[in-house]
């Protein structure tokens, strides 16, 4: 009973150690994150691309939606009665 009872204190003591170390390994790995300034110039220049292309998708929402809906109507043949055509289309007509 006693060598059950040394295994299972033995076995406690290395998965507090292992915690221990992977609590040690990710504070160094988020303090490294937060000061390594590699890569610091790519992710502002993405940001003021993705600035630019928001502001201007705002800018022209009207344009944009007509012009995806005019091709949207070239890819269906144009028809006026989606509805009915797609009713008719699942009975199998």
């Known amino acids: 009973m006693e060598n059950i009872k040394d295994f299972i204190v033995l076995k406690e003591v290395e998965v507090m150690n292992t915690a221990k170390n992977l609590k040690e390994s990710a504070k160094e790995n988020v303090k490294e994150f937060f000061v390594d300034e590699e890569g610091d110039t790519n992710i502002i220049a993405i940001v003021l691309i993705l600035i630019i292309v928001i502001g201007l998708a705002a800018l022209f929402h009207d344009k944009i939606f007509a012009l995806f ?10 028809s006026d009665n989606t509805a009915a055509s797609g009713d008719n289309w699942q009975k199998g007509k």
């Not at 949207?72 to 144009?78: A, L, M």
Request: proline share 0%; glycine share 20%; no cysteine.
């Open 69 to 78: 809906n005019d091709l949207w109507d070239k890819v269906t043949g144009g």
